[in-house]
């Protein structure tokens, strides 16, 4: 699969994140269920999970000069390690810090692969990616902060429809994004 190709499944994933994000804030069901996001224990084992598997797949994959030292025994033995260690001392909000933490992995594929493409919205996944992994990073090392959003959209029903809302438009325009990946800007 190539670059191009992985980072239209990323962008589109993130499309179908948002629209069904956006989707379910509008049901009535969402009350309880956002309110006890951020405190989801199963839910954030599975999250952190990926995550590690998925930094350990990206040292596979792009290898940092620094840990040249890591074989990918080691490699896999470090992601096992790193995710006893989360679960064991971060699971207050684990949840949360595992979100924070998708935010932050995606957006490297794609920049990695719009980069060097001449396409007609290349910047648009661009600032989504680094708005992702900023919003990220504030989750993971203030996680209380996701769930004060939680807790906010919980308790206020206008509140959650307008971020309905506006997650169905980005939604909807992340799916624009999608389409556009690859065309070549004249054509």
Known sequence: ?????????????????????????????????????????????ALSALCWVWVAAQLAIHPIDFLAFLTPFRTVVGAAVCLALTWALLGNLLCARAIGGLLMLWPMPVILAVREQVTLWREVPVVLGYLSLTFGMVVVFYPWVFRLCCEALSERRTVRRIVAGCLLAAGAFTVCVVFALGEVIGQ
């Open 1 to 45: 699969m190539s670059e191009l190709a992985v980072a239209r499944v990323l962008v589109a994933a993130l499309a179908v994140a948002l629209l069904a994000c956006g989707g379910f804030l509008l049901s009535p069901a969402s009350t309880r269920a956002v309110a006890a996001l951020p405190r989801a224990r199963r839910l954030g084992l």
